[in-house]
C-alpha cells in the first residue's frame, strides 16, 4: 500500500467505527465469569502447546497452574525446563510412561492413567491453582483406561473458579458437551510428509 | 476399567508392538533438518496460545525468541509479564496500536505496520534468534498493510534453521503454500455465545 487518498482514510475510519460499535456492544453483553472447561483437540498440531500458553499467561499474572500428563511421560522437555523458571507455581505430574504402543502393557498403562487421576483430583480441591492442565486425558478416555462418566462429573463438579484444560484428539461427545470452549485444530498442511524429522523445541 | 485377563492383556500388546513399528519406520523415514515457517490461523482459538506456547519450549533449551505483534499492542499482558522471567531471552515489540476497528486510522494502522516489518527484517537475520513470532501477521496482510509478495519472499528466504510461526485468521494462500506447517484453529463451541467474558489469563 502506497498512498492513501482522503476519501479512502475516511471510508475506512466510517467502516472501522460500526465495527467497533458492534464490538463493544457484544463486550457489553457477556457479564458472566467462570472457570472454563477447555477441550483442544483435533488431528493438527496446537493443542498441548496452546494449553501450555494459556498456562504461561496465568502464570504471568502470579498464578499458580498445575499440569498432569496422562501419556507423554517422556515428552515436554522443554517446557519442562521452562516451567522451572517459575519455581513452585507450577505443579507437575507426568504419570504417563510414553505413549501406548511404547509401553505395549495394557495394566501399567491403566494403572498410570488412574494415578494421574488421583493427582487431577488432588490439585481440583486446591485452592491455589488457577489452571489446570490434564494434557493427553483424552488419549486415556479413548482407551478407556478411565472410567468417562466419572471423569466428566468430576470436571462439570469443578469448584468455581477453577479453568481446566483437556487436551488430545478425538475428545469423546460426552465432554464436549460439558466444556465451555472447545478447539478442532485441523492439520492443513504438515512438514512430516515432507520429510522433516521432529525437531528441539519444536514437536518437544 | 476394572478386571483385565490375559488374554486381553495380549491382544493389546501384539497390537501395539505392531502400531509402534509402523511409527517407528516413519520416525526413521524423517531425516531432514530445517527452520520451519508455522501457520496458525482459522476462527477458532490458540493460533497465538500455541505460537507463544512454542516459544516457552524454544525457552526451555536455553534458546531466544523474537515476538513481533502487528495488531494487538494492547494485549497480551499475561504472555509478556511471564516471558520478562527469560530476561534478555525474549526480545518482543509491539508495534500494533491494537485492533484496526480501535484505532480508525488507516494511515497510523499502515504506518505501524511498516515498522513492524522493519523490525522482522531486523530479527531474521540475528543469528541469536531461533524462533520467530510473528502475531497477527495475517490480519495485516489481509487489510493490505504489507505487501504480500515482499513479505512472502522474505519469509522463504529465511536464513537456515531459522523458525517462524505466523498467526492470525485467513492466511493468505501464497503465504500457506510457502509454509511447511499449518494448522487451522476451528471453533467447535465458544463459551462467548454463553455469555461469559473474557478473563484473566484466559483471553488476555
Redesign the interface.
Known sequence: ?TG?DEA??ER??AK??K??AV?DA??A??????G?LIV???P???K???????A??????G?RVGVVQFIKGKW????????A??GERVVWHSMGEG?????????RD?AAAQAAWVKVEELMVDPSI??LVLDELNIALRY????LDRVVAALKGRREGL?VVVTGRNAKPSL?EA??????????????S?????????E?
Open positions: 500500500m492513501i479512502e482514510a475506512h475510519r472501522m467505527a465495527r467497533k464490538q457484544e463486550v453483553a457477556k457479564t458472566i465469569e467462570k472454563l483442544n483437540t483435533g493438527g498440531k496446537g498441548t502447546t496452546a494449553a501450555f500458553g494459556l504461561l499467561r496465568m502464570l504471568g499474572y498464578r515436554h522437555t522443554g517446557e519442562r525446563e521452562a516451567f523458571a517459575f505413549f501406548t504402543w511404547e509401553t505395549q502393557d495394557l495394566k491403566v488457577s489452571l478407556d483406561y478411565l472410567d479453568h464436549v466444556a465451555d470452549l472447545v478447539t478442532e485444530m485441523g492439520a492443513t498442511k504438515h512438514h512430516f515432507a520429510g522433516v524429522k521432529a525437531q528441539q523445541g519444536i518437544f
